[in-house]
């Protein structure tokens, strides 16, 4: 119940499920087959919705909007094998409204580009993110 805009994306070996729980937050599954799913820890401080994800390799990339109006902010957070826990960085800048975060990876580079708003028009932008 109250689970949000759930996304997949596979790996080499694992795969990983990004979903916004009822509380708002950004929850990711790291899957792997014959294996219990390992559930990440996504610490960010804004109510979360829309994630985006994108895997290369066993690398997860995921991307989502937090916030609303004015305050919203694109955050992004990468996700490897052996991690239990991240932190969202904020990557749109202050004083817009972010929204609409996309993700893409290959060979081992992520992108992730958004939209902002500013006096009506809307603006594209877009971040390289290590992996």
Known sequence: AGIAAPRAAAGDRYSYVAWVDPRGR??????????????????????????????????????????????SRVRVCVIGPGDSATVGTTIARPGRSAAAARVATVDSRSMV????L???AAEVFAARIPN
């Open 26 to 71: 950004v929850r990711v599954s790291r899957l792997e087959i014959e294996a219990s799913p390992v559930d990440i820890r996504v610490r960010s401080n804004k109510r979360a919705v829309f994630p985006e994800i994108a895997v290369e390799g066993d690398v997860a990339v995921v991307a989502w909007r937090s916030g609303s109006g004015q305050s």
């Open 113 to 116: 580009v958004w939209q902002e």
């Open 118 to 120: 500013s006096g009506g």
